[in-house]
């Protein structure tokens, strides 16, 4: 297994992974990270500008790939707001599909892995959660279960031309899963609504896209549920796994420091 990274010595993988280094944003990087690579998981993190010259590299070695996209054509409204990161997708999908690999499209729904960077610095930090639209529904998906879909598309045949729409298991609203934490965690929360523009005051660390992007899907999904497949079961032949597993299995991630809990 090789794994692509700008700078190997602080990639921090196990050490049975090849990291080799490579840029997506020079593409001349990539021929010699490709030698010998059959099959490609991609997950875009640099400049559009760059798409169709590393794409060619990427067909010039490989057969198939696997690419981290996002649920573009599903009809609930949610996934339905105009935004950079969905452009960006549409045109990567549009290149990959004219390329002449063998290619498969992930479309997952919101992570579970978004309540570490949402809730858990306030839950951290005491017991009160401040957040807006709090009655909007998502069905959160554990990163592992995307990951074990990769790892089958890319190892197995039978996925090729495939659009894997991937969700968890349950329809939560936002409220619900920050009292899951609280229940997993052992905390009793205050949970509070607040108006989308104190919420994006205090965002200060999100780019403005996305805080855009995520106000807009969550008003439009206020009152009705999340849409949720059952394409992780049909793949990997168990149940995607529920938002408690995933708090249950991060707690950690919303506890207090020793050192700040000890702080007066």
């Given at each position: 297994?090789?794994?692509?990274?700008?700078?190997?010595?602080?990639?921090?993988?196990?050490?049975?992974?090849?990291?080799?280094?490579?840029?997506?944003?020079?593409?001349?990087?990539?021929?010699?990270?490709?030698?010998?690579?059959?099959?490609?998981?991609?997950?875009?993190?640099?400049?559009?500008?760059?798409?169709?010259?590393?794409?060619?590299?990427?067909?010039?070695?490989?057969?198939?790939?696997?690419?981290?996209?996002?649920?573009?054509?599903?009809?609930?409204?949610?996934?339905?707001?105009?935004?950079?990161?969905?452009?960006?997708?549409?045109?990567?999908e549009q290149r990959i599909e004219t390329s002449g690999l063998e290619w498969t499209f992930l479309r997952p729904g919101m992570f579970a892995a978004n309540a570490r960077h949402f809730w858990a610095p306030q839950?951290?930090?005491?017991?009160?959660?401040?957040?807006?639209?709090?009655?909007?529904?998502?069905?959160?998906?554990?990163?592992?279960?995307?990951?074990?879909?990769?790892?089958r598309a890319l190892s197995e045949n039978g996925h090729a031309g495939m659009e894997y729409i991937l969700t968890g298991p349950q329809s939560?609203?936002?409220?619900?899963?920050?009292?899951?934490?609280?229940?997993?965690?052992?905390?009793?929360?205050?949970?509070?609504?607040?108006?989308?523009?104190?919420?994006?005051?205090?965002?200060?660390?999100?780019?403005?896209?996305?805080?855009?992007?995520?106000?807009?899907?969550?008003?439009?999904?206020?009152?009705?549920?999340?849409?949720?497949?059952?394409?992780?079961?049909?793949?990997?032949?168990?149940?995607?796994?529920?938002?408690?597993?995933?708090?249950?299995?991060?707690?950690?991630?919303?506890?207090?420091?020793?050192?700040?809990?000890?702080?007066?």
């Open positions: 297994m090789r794994a692509l990274a700008r700078n190997p010595d602080t990639a921090c993988l196990p050490p049975q992974v090849e990291v080799v280094r490579g840029d997506l944003t020079l593409p001349a990087t990539l021929d010699p990270c490709l030698d010998g690579v059959q099959t490609v998981f991609l997950v875009w993190t640099a400049p559009e500008s760059t798409v169709d010259a590393a794409l060619e590299s990427i067909a010039g070695r490989a057969r198939r790939i696997v690419f981290l996209s996002a649920p573009l054509k599903t009809g609930h409204p949610f996934f339905q707001q105009p935004n950079p990161a969905r452009l960006l997708a549409q045109h990567i839950i951290r930090a005491g017991d009160v959660v401040r957040w807006p639209y709090l009655d909007a529904p998502t069905a959160p998906i554990d990163e592992r279960d995307i990951a074990a879909v990769g790892v939560l609203t936002q409220y619900e899963q920050v009292s899951i934490i609280g229940a997993a965690t052992g905390r009793t929360l205050r949970i509070e609504e607040i108006p989308p523009e104190v919420a994006r005051r205090g965002w200060t660390a999100m780019p403005a896209p996305v805080e855009k992007m995520l106000l807009d899907a969550w008003a439009a999904a206020v009152g009705q549920p999340a849409f949720i497949t059952s394409t992780v079961e049909e793949i990997l032949g168990a149940p995607a796994r529920t938002f408690l597993t995933w708090v249950t299995d991060n707690a950690a991630e919303f506890q207090a420091s020793a050192a700040s809990s000890s702080l007066p």
